[in-house]
């Protein structure tokens, strides 16, 4: 025990904290130019750096490869906690508080184009007003990594349909969905309501970005205790009520994009399956007609989730809540459906 003590102060001897900084940045940004950018080092002082740090550790931490720098294992098992120790160490001497005003701080959001599209004009008309000089950054909620990059720090707050949550990570709802269906405004049964049998004959147009086809059986997709909806329909309202009427839905169009969904029913017969807080913006902007499904959706709740490390973070605080104050028209919006 005592040789474990006396290695452990031998190597915080030797530990130069910008090193910990750089390993943070080289994890968050994959790549050496970059992450010298977000210091203000050149490539070389991080390539140096990086030697130094593989020296002390005693791991190559990462390798250089056609997508960048991948981390080793033993990389991956410590960038969280050397994350929560950089977050530890800036909340304890740097400054308390928040100016939006002055502040020009990038606001790293991950989200799907649904959630962008509805939430991020009224997000980033705040966010003008309110900070300026600050600026917004959203990244796909894509089928991998998503869990990683909020515990890293990569992404400030994950958007999205969670089913179970970490006690590491914290939640608080947005807003709640439904399923409407869409069809072009010429399509032949626009003007009323679209029947189970009409939904057998019609293709079907749905969003996915991990199903069943992908080898995500029940549609949802868990990473490090983070488990999220992959499915941007319920699938199982919409067996049940076609295996009710002896029928097979038709699923002609499997594919990750709501903003193609406009495109691909346009002068056809494909019906489409859609949140109601996007059919609204698709009627409003003239390419879509919405109807009530014969079925009954279960309500899909959006969430904001974030690593605790950031609860008590100032301007973290702000954009939750300016997040939330942004999602409010699309609650009244669904509600009002």
């Not at 309110?130 to 600026?135: D, F, G, I, R, V």
């Not at 890293?152 to 179970?164: E, K, N, R, Y």
Request: charged residues 20%; aromatic residues 4%.
């Amino acid at each position: 025990m005592a040789r474990n003590a006396g290695a452990r102060a031998s190597i915080l001897n030797r530990l130069d904290l910008n090193l910990i900084r750089l390993f943070d940045a080289v994890m968050r940004e994959r790549h050496v130019a970059r992450a010298g950018q977000s210091l203000g080092l050149s490539q070389s002082a991080v390539s140096h750096g990086l030697r130094r740090l593989r020296t002390l550790i005693g791991d190559d931490l990462f390798v250089r490869t056609v997508r960048g720098m991948e981390p080793t294992p033993r990389a991956l098992a410590i960038a969280v906690q050397v994350r929560d120790a950089l977050t530890a160490i800036e909340g304890a001497i740097g400054p308390q508080c928040f100016d939006p005003m002055s502040s020009t701080r990038q606001f790293r959001l991950a989200a799907t184009d649904h959630v962008t599209a509805v939430v991020a004009p009224s997000l980033v008309g705040i966010v003008e007003t309110k900070a300026p000089l600050a600026s917004i950054l959203i990244r796909p909620a894509t089928r991998i990594d998503l869990t990683m990059q909020v515990d890293l720090g990569q992404i400030d707050i994950a958007v999205g349909l969670f089913s179970q949550i970490p006690h590491r990570l914290h939640a608080r709802t947005l807003f709640e969905d439904r399923d409407v269906l869409v069809t072009a405004p010429d399509h032949p049964d626009v003007g009323g309501a679209i029947d189970i049998r009409t939904l057998a004959r019609d293709p079907l147009v749905v969003v996915t970005v991990g199903g069943s086809e992908d080898g995500v059986p029940d549609g949802h997709l868990s990473e490090r205790g983070l488990t999220r909806q992959t499915e941007m329909f319920d699938r199982d309202a919409l067996n049940q009520a076609f295996k009710s009427a002896g029928l097979v839905p038709r699923l002609s169009v499997l594919q990750p994009h709501f903003l193609a969904v406009p495109s691909l029913i346009a002068q056809s017969r494909r019906v489409a399956i859609v949140p109601a807080s996007l059919a609204r913006a698709f009627e409003a902007a003239g390419v879509a007609r919405a109807s009530t499904p014969p079925w009954n959706p279960r309500p899909m709740t959006v969430q904001m989730v974030w690593h605790e490390r950031w609860t008590q973070d100032p301007a973290h605080s702000w954009l939750r809540e300016v997040l939330f104050r942004a999602s409010r028209g699309v609650a009244d919006i669904v509600g009002d459906d």
